[in-house]
T-cell receptor
Framework: GQNIDQPTEMTATEGAIVQINCTYQ??????LFWYQQHAGEAPTFLSY??LDGLEEKGRFSSFLSRSKGYSYLLLKELQMKDSASYLC??????????WGAGTKLIIKP | EPEVTQTPSHQVTQMGQEVILRCVPI?????FYWYRQILGQKVEFLVS????????KSEIFDDQFSVERPDGSNFTLKIRSTKLEDSAMYFC?????????????FGPGTRLTVL
């Protein structure tokens, strides 16, 4: 079956760094997305990885290891507005997004 | 910046009634999607649509659901006879392409409450 695993909740301090991990099992693989979702709002795109390695975009970076079925999202210089759920989604052989349940990130001052 | 829009933002209906949720995808996008998210749960894929037909659908998308692109801009999701368990946030999304890097842009959602 297809499955995405990520931690349910994480807590971090303003100004710090946090890494949110995601493991995936899909029938076929055509890339991995990270989305941010604030409560009651739509998911918004953060990053896409299809090749192994690190993609950096400002304070956010995303890493992929296809052989391990593993990705992480790294958030640096955390701000209070980063408090949100972070959704990992893998694209299967039909280019359909398979979603994780999301990691709720709580930022404390 | 172009965006996906959805109406209404909130719909309340009685069990057994039909509802139509409306979406206007980004104008040059060719692939359209409906997702639902029950409160506190994960985003669930319902259906994808391309070239005026369904390209993929999940097991959630049973006979009570249908989608339509009635004109060049709207994309609708119809639920024929709503059940209590259909209460959820319904998100429409669109993308330029359906393969490889297919960043999907989400609308703000319609919160459906079935009483």
């Amino acid at each position: 079956g297809q499955n995405i695993d990520q931690p349910t909740e994480m807590t971090a301090t303003e100004g710090a760094i946090v890494q949110i991990n995601c493991t995936y099992q899909t029938s076929g693989f055509n890339g991995l997305f990270w989305y941010q979702q604030h409560a009651g709002e739509a998911p918004t795109f953060l990053s896409y990885n299809v090749l192994d390695g690190l993609e950096e975009k400002g304070r956010f970076s995303s890493f992929l290891s296809r052989s391990k079925g593993y990705s992480y999202l790294l958030l640096k210089e955390l701000q209070m507005k980063d408090s949100a759920s972070y959704l990992c989604a893998a694209t299967d052989s039909n280019y359909q997004l398979i979603w994780g349940a999301g990691t709720k990130l709580i930022i404390k001052p | 910046e172009p965006e996906v829009t959805q109406t209404p933002s909130h719909q309340v209906t009685q069990m057994g009634q039909e509802v139509i949720l409306r979406c206007v995808p980004i104008s040059n996008h060719l692939y359209f999607y409906w997702y639902r998210q029950i409160l506190g749960q994960k985003v669930e894929f319902l259906v994808s649509f391309y070239n005026n037909e369904i390209s993929e659908k999940s097991e959630i998308f049973d006979d009570q659901f249908s989608v339509e692109r009635p004109d060049g801009s709207n994309f609708t999701l119809k639920i024929r006879s709503t059940k209590l368990e259909d209460s959820a946030m319904y998100f429409c999304a669109s993308s330029e392409r359906g393969s490889s890097y297919n960043e999907q842009f989400f609308g703000p959602g319609t919160r459906l409450t079935v009483l």
